[in-house]
């Protein structure tokens, strides 16, 4: 049994930073996969980025080269670092964690969301 609990949304101006963490409690944290989505109002959810148990990472077009996904697994914590954030960007953060075992997937779990809001 695993939850999360999300922190570091916002507001903020054009061209500034954010931090979004996500600590998950209640279970092995380093054998699940982490992933950030997002859904901006009157819009569906979409995968903003993504890092497996073995650390490799994905990232949405929109956001590559100005976002980065990490994780500490001492701390059973994934973070989403937001650089040069765009009015565009404005959304609920999500975290998603999913364990695979076997090719399937053995558990899920969605964060309850945290609000980024870029504007001047």
């Known amino acids: 049994q695993v939850q999360l609990v999300e922190s570091g949304g916002g507001l903020v101006q054009p061209g500034g930073s954010l931090r979004l963490s996500c600590a998950a409690s209640?279970?092995?944290?380093?054998?699940?996969?982490m992933n950030w989505y997002r859904q901006a109002l009157g819009k569906q959810r979409e995968l903003v980025a993504s890092?497996?148990?073995?650390?490799?990472?994905n990232y949405a077009d929109s956001v590559k080269g100005r976002f980065t996904i990490s994780r500490d697994n001492a701390k059973n914590t994934v973070y989403l670092q937001m650089n040069s954030l765009k009015p565009e960007d404005t959304a609920v953060y999500y975290c998603?964690?999913?364990?695979?075992?076997?090719?399937?997937?053995?558990?899920?779990?969605w964060g309850q969301g945290t609000q980024v809001t870029v504007s001047s």
């Open positions: 998603y964690a999913v364990l695979v075992v076997g090719g399937t997937v053995a558990e899920d779990y």
């Open positions: 209640g279970s092995i944290f380093s054998n699940y996969a």
């Open positions: 890092i497996t148990s073995g650390g490799r990472t």
